[in-house]
T-cell receptor, first 123, second 108 residues
């Protein structure tokens, strides 16, 4: 069965970086986009960006340009999202989710999600 | 960006009631609209895609409809397990994908 398993909670100080992993299983890793979202405490969902595991190409939300990097390790079927220059407003649960086939489209709805990773930014 | 306006933000209701949640898109998105249910501490669960296509395993009391840029999620005969927060999401444009602000369905 399709599973996305994320790394554990993180606590960072302002200005630091956080790197969260998303390990995929149960399907052909390179065939589906991986998207990242975040949800601040008590707030709604925000799209962070998307990676194509076939070639590593990425697209990021404008609010994250210059601060986020998404990379992959095909051998371990893991996608990483690193967010730098953290501020308190980056405190959120970060989710990865499997998108559509890379041969089809980046625009997608999401049936499969990781369990979420809480990243707390505090001095 | 395509802005999704979801209403109401909170809905107080009772088991057995029929409720409707509305999502309005700031521009045309055809039927590239999904609905999710989210419970505290959990990832969103996909209920409906394509505005009205029920996901496998989702109870038939959930239904979705579309009229131009207005979309509705209806839950008929609300069950105790349905108390949660619901989100709409447009996927007409992925730059960026956007969600409505959420509707918390709570017990009256």
């Amino acid at each position: 069965q399709v599973q996305l398993v994320q790394s554990g909670p993180e606590v960072k100080t302002p200005g630091a970086s956080v790197k969260i992993s998303c390990r995929a299983s149960g399907y052909t890793f390179s065939n589906y986009y991986i998207h990242w979202f975040r949800q601040a405490p008590g707030q709604g969902l925000e799209w962070v960006g998307v990676m194509n595991p076939t070639d590593g190409s990425t697209s990021y939300g404008v609010d994250f340009l210059g601060r986020v990097i998404m990379i992959k390790d095909t051998s371990t079927r893991v996608v990483y999202m690193e967010l730098s220059r953290l501020v308190s407003e980056d405190t959120a649960v970060y989710y990865c989710a499997r998108g559509d086939l890379t041969s089809v489209t980046k625009r997608s709805y999401f049936e499969y999600w990781g369990q979420g990773t809480l990243a707390t930014v505090s001095s | 960006d395509i802005h999704m306006t979801q209403s109401p933000s909170t809905l107080s209701t009772s088991v057995g009631d029929t409720i409707t949640i509305t999502c309005r898109a700031s521009q045309t998105i055809n039927t590239y609209l999904a609905w999710y249910q989210q419970k505290p501490g959990k990832a969103p669960k996909l209920l409906i895609s394509g505005a009205s296509n029920l996901q496998y395993g989702v109870p038939s009391r959930f239904s979705g409809s579309a009229s131009e840029t207005e979309f509705t999620l209806t839950i008929s005969s609300l069950q105790p397990d349905d108390f949660a927060t619901y989100y709409c999401q447009q996927y007409y444009s992925y730059l960026p994908l956007t969600f409505g602000g959420g509707t918390k369905v709570e017990s009256k």
